[in-house]
């Protein structure tokens, strides 16, 4: 099993900044990649940001250029950097890591239980 933790999460003026955590742990091998989705009230779940195992990045457009996603291989890590934050980036963000069980079958995706981002006017 992959047990995720998130960290990071509150309120902040608009803005402002943020960094979220997640650290991952137990069955982390042949991961795939790792990643951030939010999801706001009345809203569907949308990807954030996500990092391959190779480090290739990709953003939803309406952060690109305010949100960097990193990660820490050594610590199981992954971090979400938010600047210039905006009061529509409010949602519950969730964590989530990909990674393939068996050879040949597709990735599996993991979920943290979710960190409120509240950003005020």
């Known amino acids: 099993q992959v047990q995720l933790v998130e960290s990071g999460g509150g309120l902040v003026q608009a803005g402002g900044s943020l960094t979220l955590s997640c650290a991952a742990s137990g069955s982390i091998f042949s991961i795939t990649a790792m990643g951030w989705s939010r999801q706001a009230p009345g809203k569907q779940r949308e990807l954030v940001a996500r990092i391959t195992s190779g480090g290739s990045t990709n953003y939803a457009d309406s952060v690109k250029g305010r949100f960097t996603i990193s990660r820490d291989n050594a610590k199981n890590t992954v971090y979400l950097q938010m600047n210039s934050l905006k009061p529509e980036d409010t949602a519950v963000y969730y964590c989530?890591?990909?990674?393939?069980?068996?050879?040949?079958?597709?990735?599996?995706?993991?979920w943290g239980q979710g960190t409120q981002v509240t950003v005020s006017l």
């Open positions: 989530f890591l990909g990674r393939v069980v068996a050879p040949g079958a597709a990735p599996s995706t993991y």
